[in-house]
T-cell receptor
């Protein structure tokens, strides 16, 4: 497995502001992902954070709203820009750990975001 | 049709009983299957993975995969109150190269 540190763990933000979430892994990983979990819902993939290149966004998510950085193989940030109450959600960083024959996905502790 | 479907529950079982959680998926090309447990207010925790047809046991947990019928299940034996959580089924589809989650089944283990 991997130890994934995510911060902040929670924040309350005003409408129109931006929040940057950090994700630090204790080992180098190739694949890092950002998910969103809205209240009472399952996890939705926002984007794949690519090291050294632009993130790959899923349908419905755009770079202007959710800019992502991945400067190296152990760190990534997700920014939620120009926030509205609809952005209130849990944001989760995840990493893929490769085993001998298969891969597994592990999650950070998440960031609980509330937008007023 | 949703890519990964689960009954939202709640599924209520008495302590000591077997809890059976089911999941169906739509993409026949799916290769890897996972069960995550998520306590309220916490992030998902990987508890089981399965990659080939049949059963895989790990302690009180057994994952079952049937690719022909496109379903995967999780059995929890000797259910404990601490097992009360939402269980998320996740499927890795090679064609999309991403992990898709079901909406989760809430399990309640009663005393």
């Amino acid at each position: 497995s991997a130890v994934i540190s995510q911060k902040p763990s929670r924040d309350i933000c005003q409408r129109g502001t931006s929040l940057t979430i950090q994700c630090q892994v204790d080992s180098q990983v190739t694949m890092m992902f950002w998910y969103r979990q809205q209240p009472g819902q399952s996890l939705t993939l926002i984007a794949t954070a690519n090291q050294g290149s632009e993130a790959t966004y899923e349908s419905g998510f755009v770079i202007d709203k959710f800019p992502i950085s991945r400067p190296n193989l152990t760190f990534s940030t997700l920014t939620v820009s120009n926030m509205s109450p609809e952005d209130s959600s849990i944001y989760l960083c995840s990493v893929e750990v490769l085993g001998i024959t298969n891969e597994k996905l592990f999650f950070g502790s998440g960031t609980q975001l509330s937008v007023l | 049709q949703k890519e990964v479907e689960q009954n939202s529950g709640p599924l209520s079982v008495p302590e000591g009983a077997i809890a059976s959680l089911n999941c169906t998926y739509s993409d026949r090309g799916s290769q890897s299957f996972f069960w995550y447990r998520q306590y309220s207010g916490k992030s998902p925790e990987l508890i089981m993975s399965i990659y080939s047809n049949g059963d895989k046991e790990d302690g009180r947990f057994t994952a079952q995969l049937n690719k022909a019928s496109q379903y995967v299940s999780l059995l929890i034996r000797d259910s404990q109150p601490s097992d009360s959580a939402t269980y998320l089924c996740a499927v890795f589809t090679g064609t999309a190269s991403k992990l898709t989650f079901g909406t989760g089944t809430r399990l309640q283990v009663t005393l």
